[in-house]
T-cell receptor, first 116, second 114 residues
Framework: EPEVTQTPSHQVTQMGQEVILRCVPI?????FYWYRQILGQKVEFLVS????????KSEIFDDQFSVERPDGSNFTLKIRSTKLEDSAMYFC??????????????FGPGTRLTVT | GDSVTQMEGPVTLSEEAFLTINCTYT??????LFWYVQYPGEGLQLLLK?????DKGSNKGFEATYRKETTSFHLEKGSVQVSDSAVYFC?????????????FGKGTKLSVIP
């Protein structure tokens, strides 16, 4: 069964450093998403991406964040200058294009980012 | 804005017990509603969904009914197994066209003991 994969599973970085989190969505999916979950808190939407551009973004997704689909398979989240409060589990998800359908989202296992 | 509230965990049950995890939501119109499950070390998996009022989603013995009048989508299972131990998340997707972001509850950790 196809699945979303994410690398690395755990990333430790120092405050102020740039990090890139990588995701490989399911191959025939056209919508891609990033969510994050700070320990003990809700899973929060960051951004969605369709047709090579951002479709929606939340207030969390400020100028220090960016997303890219550098090739036909990868989808990346870059955090330009990490802060302590960026420590969280980051989930990638993807969905097929379904018009007005439910856009069922398939999630990856997550990348745990620890900023020290 | 949209929000989802689900019962606080953790919930500990004996095998074969009845499970209810409460979920209520705040949103305009008729959002789509979902339950996701996260097993240890894995990503979120869609457990079941409902897209309109009075719809019942079901999967693997779990059920949830979309109640517009009470803005609820409670998860139930008649007889839990040890393998059901996981974190369960209630979520909604807005009814507006072009908005596909999910809003999640905080999650409820379920532990089932033999």
């Amino acid at each position: 069964e196809p699945e979303v994969t994410q690398t690395p599973s755990h990333q430790v970085t120092q405050m102020g450093q740039e990090v890139i989190l990588r995701c490989v969505p399911i191959s025939n999916h056209l919508y891609f998403y990033w969510y994050r979950q700070i320990l003990g808190q809700k899973v929060e939407f960051l951004v969605s991406f369709y047709n090579n551009e951002i479709s929606e973004k939340s207030e969390i997704f400020d100028d220090q964040f960016s997303v890219e689909r550098p090739d036909g398979s990868n989808f990346t989240l870059k955090i330009r200058s990490t802060k302590l409060e960026d420590s969280a589990m980051y989930f990638c998800a993807s969905s097929r294009f379904e018009g007005q359908g439910t856009h069922e989202q398939y999630f990856g296992p997550g990348t745990r980012l620890t900023v020290t | 804005g949209d929000s989802v509230t689900q019962m606080e965990g953790p919930v500990t049950l004996s095998e074969e017990a009845f499970l209810t995890i409460n979920c209520t939501y705040t949103a305009t119109g008729y959002p789509s509603l979902f339950w996701y499950v996260q097993y240890p070390g894995e990503g979120l998996q869609l457990l079941l969904k409902a897209t309109k009022a009075d719809d019942k989603g079901s999967n693997k013995g779990f059920e949830a009914t979309y109640r517009k009048e009470t803005t609820s989508f409670h998860l139930e299972k008649g007889s839990v197994q040890v393998s059901d131990s996981a974190v369960y998340f209630c979520a909604l997707r807005p009814s507006g066209a072009g908005s596909y972001q999910l809003t999640f509850g905080k999650g409820t950790k379920l532990s089932v003991i033999p």
